[in-house]
């Protein structure tokens, strides 16, 4: 009755947002929201117009008042308050009262029940006022609620309770429900219709209905004692559990067969306990004295339903006692297994055991049941005594009354159409038909199966028992067997609707069923058994589960189910019984029926589908279901004119209110139900006299008078309209845009219904198609399906927008269009595909044989007027029919655009949107237009090459028959035929004289085809070149016209291969595209896919061969050029070689890492596909055979020139020169043993003169054979001097033997002899001579072919374009990307600093310096990579065994050689630049000149009259830090005694306080600090003071270990100095000037308290790496006394 919120996403989308008029305010809200209302239907009622200030946005209706919901949020109440018990009690319907209790609150909607209403504010609270005598208002105190008060709707299960968000609210006579946010159902009140799981009535506070816990609930309705809900289905995952094939609980078979003589009974009537048993004849009977099972219902994919069947005929009915126990039940249920408890069973009439047969005593005294005494007394429980006394009389005349089993049967089927019927007689069972159960379905294929005899007989689910009638009906019966429910529960749950139909449909199979004769066994239809047996063709369902994923929650769900609960006595609930149900179910047969609204009266409910269908059930009365058939307890179709096309309902006390289109766009109204008199209008409710009613609804004649209704009420005898007054035409287009929608859906799903759907059921589909075709077909209905639903979605989406909101901006189709324009496109593609390959031609026969030759009804859905036209153009005609309806889309919102101005936003979307789907609505006509011409086509097109070349998206768009072009320089003979497709440029080729003409093809792709027109200058040929990856040839055109037209095909073919567009007069010449190689040796058969120029692969891309080898980089005029990645399999090692690096002309050239299968690396350049130039090999792992390591030279291939190889498994490293893989040449071997060996190698042996050196100084000096193999003349020199001269044989370390002398030298003490000490480095490699790769390859990229030739301006250029491909290669790859500093700094390094020519100034020279560091510092530019290859060469050399203190000198030696290396390169760059020790002038007197020189790296050294440029000043910076490490712990190693010695001194003297130090040092009185500061504060220095005297020239000194360079290293001594005579002068208060025997004592205790560890290394590293020019100055001074204070440290004697 009751009001209802509309739509599913009315009130979820829009009750949190403002209802305003439309943008443009051209509906002023004074013609907007106009509220009428009347009572009953005869031709002199007269709406009357309600006045309020404001639109009117909702409205619900009880027995006797009203409520009403305006824009603002407003609440006004009419009609009879009893509640209000001080103020007015009863308002005219004309003269609403504001309900000002809700006043400050924005309510967005409402609901009214039969005395009480509620309200739903924006924040989703909830208000209730009117009568509470039975909790509906959710206040515990009050029997009534004057005012709107909060009723709180809290969830328990949280801690702190939370307060749920209300969406909408529906209210009954005694009940109330919430939809929540989260599309869950909350009840109060009293009943059954709660569906909450308690006896204890009323419900105060609202509480969760868990049965619909976890389900999306889109709406709830109630009526005065039941509840309506819409849920959206679960998905199919969730929804198709697999069923189970034994019972959970006693583990046997859910499904029996049991094998007669002549036939088979298969039956899912499975019950646990064991007292059940099969008889023979198929009847079951119950042990005496055990209590039958329950038996439950729900839907298969429902928490279980606590219901129980009514009691078997002849047994007491009554309820299983609650008290005392709990006791588990396990039923089965459609293969499902479900528990219940007996607590979970409340409601008269519909609990008890069942009795399988209906075998039992009339009155039994064993019946384990109570007798009538006790259900009398349970019903007192429920809230309604008049329900209670009802039922329990239906009860007793259902136990008393025992009708004939035959007759029984009789009327069971008469009554329950749709049911199998089924008896107590053996031979009489039911025909299986193929729109049984699914259980009947699952039996069919299983006989087959096991194969059969000849005739099968299949149980329905639920057999034995007999169905009663329900009492009331006409032709009914008053009592009866009452086990009807749960038997027409599961036939109804378990049935397969299919939308081909209505309910209708399920009647007329319960019709034929009927007419089997009891008694016999009916054959099975052949028919059936090809029908179960034979594969189907579909595998495409026709309603898309889940709708469009992209539509996502834009447009509202189709996929929707009813659930209801509460009493049923009316039939109300809609499962085919008068049974109660207390908790909700599933109505099954409305599952497929895409309902989008509930609707509920007092004892009727109402389901509205998307294909504007009013289904109804319930009490039937007044004629208020619409329709007079019987029974009324399952939904059936309202009846209504063809064409009729509902889309708002309301219900009442006793009628239904329809709104719907009819034949103009203007909605019209249908009345059916009561009458309402004037007379009678006053009478009370319930007496029927006055009341006339009707047979089916009637149009209200006043309808077309009220405007453009938006939606309908109904509440107790009332009606209410709401419409809109079109002003400048907008609101009639929104009417006509959902109007020509719904049209336009319902016209989509007739097509569906009774052409598609029959046409994919036929048997002989797949033979007349063949498995091609057959899979388009399915494409094409999946297409068509996805259309249909979303066109359904839409017209639910603008009825919604109808009923509530009324506004451009709500309309998914502008602000969504792509979703529409994507569906056409992929249906008008699959229609195209289907007609291209001959399906429709092949369609027809068996549409023939189904439609007959007159096929009318597929006439009259096409809409074709021609006569005689061929069935295959027909079907062509209907299938693209949905195209027209884009025009459609384009009119309607081109009409909608005109009710705006023209510069409003509004105007311009619907602008857009119109101009959006013309465009599509002419691009798929011109595609329907290819598609038909390739038919044509194909039709006369030679069979052979068909077959090959007909793909169903390849669409014809020009050829050559009319011999317009053919081939330049073809043979004479020859015959060339040309066809363009759209993806392709098909060449066939053929002689003349034989028979079948075209004997070859060749197929170019169109995305790897470039034309180009021959000049016609100089010859009289039309030409045309094309180019392929491939081939070129030359097509000549037998005229300019002719010409020009292939030209613009095929220029216009391949930009709509790339792109889809087709627009551009000419393709681009560069473009991304696949192609695979056929004839190229190189690639055959490789594929290609990447940028390409015109017919050669050019830019990035990846090429595949067929043996597995992957190219992915790029390509320069179809060779691998620049950086590119190649992986390719080794056969024998099932792993892959791997190179990455740069290429040059398909070959590895450059900088590159190549990592082989067998675990090996080399990184370094390539040259033609080898290793060539500077490279580094590694070599197996380091626990593998032999790991080892070699950085050096290569040439073609092979180790050559410098290199050095670290043999990690042997613990030696060589460092010299080599060739063809050999050592060859000088060269240096040191071993993790200490041994030393540097000289001669030939053919990769020591050979020749040599020094070998052990650990412990022993030295030979001689001739060489092998390695480590003494054999010649020598001098073997021991560690104390002595020495053997002459030959020596033998391996080192394992005996040798000498002929010689044998010299003691210290025995005469010669002088002479003394300097026999070897030097070291004569033998090896010269430093200049090492890593000349390196060098060379860094001149190599600036363009010098050797060091120093080259154009300085070219070597910039180099720099530049090096600096900014590196750059793109890493914006390319974005594991390498670079960042935004990284960026600018190469930004910068790519111009030349030098401004101008000249002599360098100081400035130029700092901005070079800079420069240098910059650049040394970013391994992308030709300096930096360099650096960074000296810095691995260096440490690969001097690390590890490599660290030997022999190699210090030529460590050394070998940095003082990149310096002067590196200082020519820097030359090169800055010509202008000074050679070695030139000078640049100071800037004259400017000071602030002055300060910036003096910041400089080298304001160390001593004044001059300018800077000295010099490679260690210029470079050392930069060089040293990264080299440091290697370098100084050689230091460490050579100078480790002397430092042991040093370091033992120092922690000695240590020891000493500052003044015993001082005085021990002789450092004069005078120079001895009197006082020190401490924390800040000034201490004196006492005897014991220790670590506090000269403590910050200490520091300062400390320093030198945390320095680099020998520059900052002396800068560190010259600030010790400063600091130390700081404080001498602070304490002296006078100036003065230090003598060096003053100054040593005092610089000597502060080294001694600096406690450097390595001292001597520090000295020694300054020494020899200080530049020349500072050696004579102050600095060169400074360092003379730190390195004497370190020997005289050394040789300190202490007392």
Not at 311 to 317: F, I
Not at 1010 to 1021: A, F, H
Not at 1111 to 1119: A, Q
Request: aromatic share 8%.
């Amino acid at each position: 009755m009751h009001q209802h919120c509309h739509g599913q996403i009315s009130v979820m989308e829009s009750q949190r947002k403002r209802y305003a008029a439309p943008s443009s305010g051209e509906d002023s809200s004074g013609e907007r929201g106009l509220l009428h209302t009347w009572k009953g239907y005869s031709c002199s009622v007269t709406p009357e117009r309600v006045l309020l200030s404001r639109p009117v946005l909702q409205a619900a209706l009880g027995t006797r008042h009203g409520v009403l919901l305006v824009e603002g949020g407003q609440v006004y109440s009419f009609g009879e308050f009893p509640w209000k018990q001080s103020q007015v009690s009863e308002v005219g319907p004309l003269k609403p009262v504001l309900e000002s209790a809700l006043s400050g609150q924005r309510v967005v909607a409402v609901a009214a029940g039969n005395f009480h209403s509620g309200a739903v504010t924006e924040d989703g609270g909830v208000h209730m006022w009117g009568e509470n005598s039975f909790g509906q208002c959710g206040l515990s105190s009050l029997t009534v609620v004057p005012n709107p008060t909060p009723v709180a709707v809290l969830d328990p299960d949280t801690s702190p309770p939370h307060t749920i968000r209300v969406l909408e609210l529906a209210c009954g006579e005694q009940h109330s429900l919430a939809l929540s946010a989260q599309h869950e159902v909350w009840a109060w009140g009293s009943g059954c219709q709660l569906g909450l799981v308690t006896t204890i009535f009323p419900v105060w506070k609202p509480q969760k209905v868990e049965h619909l816990a976890g389900r999306h609930v889109l709406q709830v309705a109630c009526g005065a004692f039941h509840s309506l809900a819409l849920v959206r289905c679960l998905p199919p995952q969730e929804a198709r559990r697999p069923l189970p094939d034994k019972c959970g609980q006693c583990n046997q078979l859910l499904y029996t067969m049991t094998d007669k003589e002549d036939h088979v009974i298969i039956s899912d009537s499975h019950y646990c306990p064991l007292g059940v048993e099969l008889l023979d004849d198929g009847e079951a009977r119950l042990e005496p004295g055990r209590s039958p099972p329950l038996r439950l219902q729900s839907s298969p994919s429902e928490p279980l339903s606590s219901h129980t069947s009514a009691s078997a005929p002849g047994l007491h009915p009554s309820i299983t006692d609650h008290t005392g126990y709990e006791r588990r039940r396990t039923v089965a249920q459609n293969g499902e297994v479900l528990t219940t408890t007996d607590s979970d069973i409340s409601a008269a009439g519909t609990d008890s055991g069942r009795t399988v047969g209906g075998v039992g005593g009339a009155g039994s005294q064993n019946s384990p049941y109570p007798d009538d005494q006790a259900v009398k007394e349970y019903l007192k429980k429920l809230s309604d005594t008049s329900l209670a006394e009802e039922t329990a009389k239906m009860t007793i005349a259902r136990a008393s009354f025992q009708p004939p089993a035959d007759s029984l049967d009789l009327l069971t089927s008469d009554l329950l159409p749709g049911v199998m019927p089924v008896t107590t007689s053996s031979a009489l069972n039911s025909l299986v038909s193929s729109c049984a159960s699914a259980v009947a379905e699952r039996v069919v294929s299983t006989c087959e199966a096991l194969s059969l005899k000849k005739r099968i007989n299949c149980y329905n689910p639920g057999v034995g028992g007999v169905a009663g009638a329900p009492g009331g009906v006409p032709g009914g019966f008053p009592g009866g067997p009452a086990e009807e429910r749960v038997r027409l529960e599961e036939s109804m749950q378990g049935k397969k609707s299919c939308s081909t139909g209505d309910i209708r449909e399920e009647e007329a199979e319960g019709l034929s069923r009927r007419l089997s004769l009891p008694g016999l066994l009916s054959q099975v239809s052949p028919r059936l058994l090809r029908r179960a047996s034979r594969p189907k063709v579909r595998a495409v369902p026709l309603t898309p589960v889940g709708g469009l994923p992209e539509a996502g929650e834009l447009l509202p769900s189709l996929q929707t189910e009813v659930w209801s609960w509460g009493r049923g006595e009316e039939g109300q609930l809609g499962h085919g019984d008068n049974l109660p149900r207390l908790q909700p179910l599933c109505i099954k047969c409305l599952s497929s029926k895409e309902v989008v609204l509930v609707a509920a009266g007092a004892h009727h409910s109402l389901a509205l589908t998307a294909q504007s269908q009013v289904f109804s059930w319930g009490s039937n009365s007044s004629g208020q279901l619409g329709h007079m058939a019987c029974p009324t307890t399952i939904p059936r179709l309202a009846k209504l004119s063809e064409g009729i096309r509902v889309w708002d309902v309301g219900a009442g006390a006793q009628h239904t209110l329809l709104l719907a289109d009819g034949d103009c766009y203007q909605p019209i109204l249908y009345y059916s139900g009561q009458q309402v008199r004037e007379a009678a209008q006053d009478a009370p409710q319930d007496q029927t006299e006055g009341y006339s009613y009707t047979q089916q609804p009637v149009l209200l004649p006043f309808c077309m008078n009220l405007g453009y209704v938006s939606g309908v009420f109904a509440g107790g005898q009332s009606c209410v309209a709401l419409a809109d007054r079109n002003v400048t035409g907008f609101i009639a287009s929104l009417h006509e845009l959902a109007a020509a929608e719904r049209k336009f859906y319902c016209k989509l799903s007739s097509v569906k219904n009774h052409i598609l759907r029959p046409l994919l059921d036929l048997e002989s589909l797949g033979t007349a198609l063949g498995p091609a075709s057959t899979v388009l077909l399915q494409s094409l209905a999946r297409c068509y399906s996805r259309l249909c639903h979303l066109t359904g979605q839409h017209s639910a989406s603008l009825t919604a927008n109808l009923r509530r909101r009324r506004e451009v901006k709500s309309l998914v189709m502008l602000e969504h269009a792509s979703i529409f324009l994507d569906t056409y496109n992929e249906y008008c593609c699959s229609v195209g595909n289907f007609l291209v390959m001959g399906g429709f031609h092949a369609l027809a026969k068996p549409s023939l044989d189904f439609f007959g030759k007159c096929p009318e009804l597929l006439q009259r859905l096409a809409e074709s007027s021609e006569e005689n036209i061929p069935l295959s153009d027909l079907l062509v005609a209907l299938f693209y029919l949905p195209m027209r309806h884009l025009h459609e889309y384009g009119r309607l919102l081109l009409k909608l655009g005109t009710c705006f101005e023209v510069s409003s936003v509004d105007y311009q979307q619907l602008q857009d949107g119109c101009s959006k789907f013309e465009a599509l609505a002419l691009h798929l006509k011109r595609r329907r237009k290819e598609a038909e011409y390739t038919y044509q086509f194909w039709k006369s097109f030679p069979g052979k090459m068909t077959d090959s070349l007909r793909k169903p998206p390849r669409r014809l768009i020009c050829e050559s028959s009319n011999k317009a072009l053919t081939l330049q320089n073809s043979g004479r003979f020859s015959v060339n035929w040309f066809i363009l497709f759209n993806d392709a440029l098909v060449h066939a080729q053929g002689v003349v004289p034989y028979k079948s003409l075209f004997s070859t093809h060749h197929v170019f792709p169109l995305a790897t085809l470039w034309v180009e027109p021959i000049p016609e200058e100089n010859t009289d040929l039309y030409g045309l070149k094309v180019i392929s990856p491939e081939e070129t040839f030359t097509l000549l055109a037998c005229s300019s016209m002719e010409k020009a037209k292939w030209l613009r095909s095929i220029n216009q073919a391949v930009d709509q291969a790339m792109s889809g567009a087709g627009q551009r007069a000419e393709p681009p010449i560069s473009r991304t595209a696949s192609y695979t190689f056929y004839k190229d040796s190189r690639l055959k058969e490789a594929t290609y896919e990447g940028r390409w120029l015109a017919g050669k692969p050019n830019g990035r891309g990846m090429v595949k061969w067929l043996d597995g080898r992957i190219y992915t980089g790029t390509f320069k005029n179809g060779l691998e050029d620049g950086f590119g990645d190649y992986v390719m399999p080794s056969k024998t090692l099932n792993l892959n070689d791997h190179y990455q690096g740069h290429w040059k002309e398909g070959k590895m050239h450059g900088i590159g890492t190549y990592k082989y299968a067998t675990g090996e690396l080399y990184e370094g350049s390539f040259q033609d596909n080898m290793r060539h130039g500077h490279g580094m090999l590694r070599s197996g792992t380091l626990n593998s055979s032999s790991p080892s390591v070699f950085i050096g030279q290569w040439v073609h291939d092979k180790k050559t020139g410098y290199g050095v190889f670290d043999d990690i498994t042997r613990g030696e490293k060589y460092m010299g020169m080599w060739q063809d893989d050999q050592r060859q040449g000088t060269g240096v071997i040191v071993t993790q043993f200490g041994l030393y060996y540097e000289g001669a190698f030939n053919n990769n042996k020591m050979q020749g003169t040599g020094v070998l050196l052990s650990e412990d100084n022993t030295t030979y000096e001689g001739e060489f054979s092998e390695d480590w193999t003494l054999n010649g003349k020598g001098v073997l020199t021991m560690a104390n001097g002595d020495y053997f001269e002459g030959t020596f044989t033998g391996e080192w370390g394992s005996g040798l033997k000498v002929t010689g002398s044998f010299f003691k030298p210290n025995l005469y003490d010669s002088d002479g002899d003394k300097g026999r000490a070897v030097k070291l480095g004569r033998l090896a490699v010269r430093p200049e001579q090492k890593w000349r790769a390196v060098f060379e390859e860094c001149w190599m990229r600036l363009g010098c072919e050797a060091p120093g030739q080259g154009e300085n301006q070219r070597a910039w250029e180099n720099i530049a374009v090096a600096l900014t491909t590196s750059r793109r290669l890493h914006r390319d790859c974005p594991e390498m990307n670079l960042s935004q500093s990284h960026n600018i700094t190469l930004e910068s390094l790519e111009f030349n600093p030098q401004q101008h020519v000249g002599p360098v100034t100081m400035e130029r020279y700092d901005r070079i310096r800079h420069y240098l560091i910059k650049a040394c510092d970013t391994p992308l530019h030709p300096l930096g990579r360099l650096m960074e290859t000296l810095v691995a060469v260096y440490r690969m050399t001097y690390v590890g065994v490599g660290a030997n203190r022999r190699l210090l000198l030529q460590a050394v030696n070998e940095i003082m050689s990149y310096l002067a290396r590196i200082f020519q390169l820097v030359r090169f760059l800055f010509p202008d630049l000074p050679e070695e020790g030139g000078v640049i002038p100071e800037p004259s007197s400017d000071p602030q000149d002055k300060k910036d020189s003096n910041c400089a790296d080298t304001q160390l050294e001593s004044p001059k009259p300018g800077r000295v440029v010099s490679s260690s000043s210029l470079l050392l910076p930069v060089l040293l830090p990264r080299l440091y490490p290697p370098l100084f712990t050689l230091y460490a190693l050579e100078k480790e005694r002397e430092d042991d010695v040093y370091w033992e001194c120092v922690l000695r003297l240590n020891k000493q306080p500052d003044m015993a130090l001082l005085a021990f040092l002789g450092v004069q009185h005078k120079f001895w600090p009197v006082s020190v500061p401490v924390l800040g504060e000034r201490t004196e220095v006492v005897s014991s003071t220790k670590d506090a005297c000269f403590a910050s020239a200490t520091e300062t000194l400390q320093q030198i270990s945390t320095t680099f360079t020998p520059s900052d290293k002396l800068q560190v001594i010259q600030l010790t100095f400063e600091e130390i005579t700081k404080e001498v002068v602070s304490s002296l208060e006078n100036s003065f000037l230090w003598s060096m025997d003053d100054l040593f004592p005092v610089f000597l205790y502060v080294v001694l308290r600096a406690r450097i560890r390595n001292l001597g290394s520090e000295v020694s590293l300054i020494e020899d790496l200080m530049d020349p020019c500072v050696q004579h100055g102050e600095h060169g001074i400074m360092f003379t006394t730190l390195k004497a204070c370190y020997y005289q440290i050394q040789h300190e004697k202490t007392t």
